[in-house]
């Protein structure tokens, strides 16, 4: 164990530029959102500075109506498509001056992380401070979700593309591809020279990728014209999981801080409703998951993912709800010839085993469900998610993600996508201290 946490240790060290981490070599050479997050979690427990830097220089790249993007391209690199002058961040009229990058966003983690970093911290005077000079910025990412990416006010947040869910392929958004007419791009792309295609989305699914993207360019990245005419307009789970997580982190730490009582009162304003949205309207009672809703079309998106059970992490079903959530996650997902816990239910046709989001077994989402099984007291079976995580892990390296079937984890090959990968390595540091 000392020496896989030492493995750990090396993958974030390398990975780090100086100022922040890329999630790894050649197939993702910038600073993604959520991946910064999840990185500083993995710092915090050897290396504070890094980690406070991590976060300081994602925030540095807010833009002035507090939007925080999903890629900061900090250096020029073509080894990545689609690249910042695809992108063209400065559309948007207060997109950041200093940085280029997406004009999209992912899954709000900053504020929980802040949370967990003061947890670990050994000098809670400093990190607090630290905290208290970041947390307004957070604060106001916050607000601007709820301010923009709200139109009916229901305390529900929307993604307008697949790549802000953070789940770039899942079969969700089959359904919503299903509606759309997109062009036949000519492109080339550059992951595929690096990792196995069959590891990684189609032609046609970055078609639609690319089309939607062309569409908020074409209205300068608007909130408002996203909102009207976006294809893609999504109620995901995971993301607002990830949201109301954050908010209750705030509402810790700014008490810690002291004074910002209306802040505080905000964040408890916008936490009621947005738990009792979540539970009324993305929970499907058949299914006993939580599901997409497709905010465009009007309609649940009724297909069981890894996502489906992330609400367990921010306290959002009640105990009955979660003992049934678990149930059905052991009947898909957890019998004895899978690992825990696969990215998509492998019970339906659309699982794919191998290919991203359509199926193989993720870190960052087994993190997540093993501490909020633990939050509910589903002991054994997060004891379950941290020693599955461990064990692919041991047997192929910390890669990007892993076949969630056992029998194929003999000869050390069932690890997939990029190797060396930052969060696998920083979140395992995390489970092996929890
Ligand atoms: C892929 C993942 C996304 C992640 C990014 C960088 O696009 O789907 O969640 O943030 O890689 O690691």
């Not at 709820?146 to 229901?154: A, I, L, S, T, V």
């Not at 306290?315 to 678990?326: D, F, H, L």
Request: net charge negative; glycine share 6%; charged share 25%.
């Amino acid at each position: 164990m000392i020496k896989l946490q030492e493995q750990a240790i090396e993958v974030l060290n390398n990975n780090w530029t100086g100022s922040f981490s890329i999630p790894c070599a050649n197939l993702y050479p910038f600073q993604w959102k959520w991946d910064s997050g999840f990185i500083a979690i993995g710092f915090a427990h050897f290396d504070m500075p890094k980690a406070e830097k991590e976060i300081s220089t994602l925030l540095d790249a807010q833009w002035e109506n507090g939007f925080i993007p999903h890629i900061v391209f900090h250096t020029e690199n073509d080894s990545y498509f689609p690249g910042a002058s695809f992108h063209r961040s400065d559309l948007h009229p207060l997109a950041s001056k200093k940085y280029k990058s997406t004009g999209m966003v992912q899954p709000p983690v900053t504020g929980f992380v802040l949370e967990e970093m003061y947890k670990v911290s050994n000098n809670k005077e400093a990190s607090l401070k630290y905290i208290a000079s970041v947390i307004d910025k957070v604060y106001f990412n916050h607000e601007y979700f709820y301010k923009n990416r709200d139109p009916q006010n229901e305390g529900l947040v929307y993604i307008y593309h697949n790549w802000e869910s953070g789940t770039d392929n899942s079969p969700i958004w089959d359904d919503i591809f299903e509606t759309m007419d997109s062009p036949d791009y000519t492109f080339e792309r550059r992951d595929t020279t690096h990792v196995d295609a069959a590891q990684r989305p189609s032609k046609r699914e970055y078609d639609h990728y690319l089309h939607i993207i062309e569409i908020a360019k074409e209205h300068n990245y608007s909130d408002e014209k996203i909102a009207e005419l976006s294809p893609f307009l999504v109620q995901d789970p995971l993301f607002n999981t990830m949201l109301i997580k954050s908010n209750e982190s705030l509402i810790a730490l700014y008490k810690l801080i002291g004074g910002n009582n209306d802040k505080i009162e905000q964040l408890e304003k916008w936490q009621e409703k947005s738990k009792k949205s979540f539970n009324n309207k993305l929970y499907d009672e058949e299914l006993g998951a939580y599901i997409h809703y497709d905010l465009r079309n009007e309609k649940p998106l009724r297909h069981v993912s890894s996502s489906s059970f992330s609400p367990l992490f921010a306290g959002i079903p009640s105990n009955e709800r979660a003992q049934k959530m678990v149930t059905v996650m052991m009947d898909k997902f957890g019998n004895e010839n899978q690992y825990l816990c696969a990215s998509f239910d492998p019970t339906s046709n659309r699982f794919n085993p191998k290919k991203y989001w359509r199926g193989p077994v993720w870190i960052n989402l087994n993190w997540i469900l093993y501490n909020g099984l633990k939050a509910y007291g589903f002991k054994d079976i997060a004891a379950r998610v941290k020693q599955d995580t461990i064990d692919m892990i041991e047997k192929n390296g910390f890669y990007e993600y892993f076949d969630s079937r056992k029998e194929m984890h003999t000869d050390g090959k069932a690890g997939y996508g990029g190797n060396h990968f930052s969060w696998s390595a920083a979140l395992l540091i995390d489970m092996l201290k929890n």
